[in-house]
């Protein structure tokens, strides 16, 4: 199975940047379509950002603009650029497989925690 590292968060102001950067074990993450999500207390853990084996892209409303996902297949390393921080991005920021997100056993990272506040 997997394993996620996930880092690079912190306590930024309004309208800072942070890079979050998510390492996965594994000699196939080159063909793995990868996503970052968030979570906040009493919340479900939400999907922000996309990227595909290919390299495609997608991002939800909230941080389209914002936020840059990009990958390093040699790395194996995925990464999460979010710039103009608000303070609804605050939250523990996770990583994993699109597709093992989806079921209810999947093993997740530690995440790395987010806050946005002046």
């Known amino acids: 199975q997997v394993q996620l590292v996930e880092s690079g968060g912190g306590l930024v102001q309004p309208g800072g940047s942070l890079r979050l950067s998510c390492v996965a074990s594994g000699s196939i993450f080159g063909i793995k379509n990868m996503g970052w999500y968030r979570q906040t207390p009493g919340k479900e853990r939400e999907l922000v950002a996309a990227?595909?084996?290919?390299?495609?892209?997608s991002y939800d409303d909230s941080v389209k603009g914002r936020f840059t996902i990009s990958r390093d297949n040699a790395k194996n390393t995925v990464y999460l650029q979010m710039n103009s921080l608000k303070p609804e991005d605050t939250a523990v920021y996770y990583c994993?497989?699109?597709?093992?997100?989806?079921?209810?056993?999947?093993?997740w990272g530690q995440g790395t925690q987010v806050i946005v506040s002046s």
């Open positions: 990227v595909i084996s290919d390299g495609t892209v």
């Open positions: 994993n497989d699109l597709t093992a997100a989806l079921l209810s056993d999947t093993t």
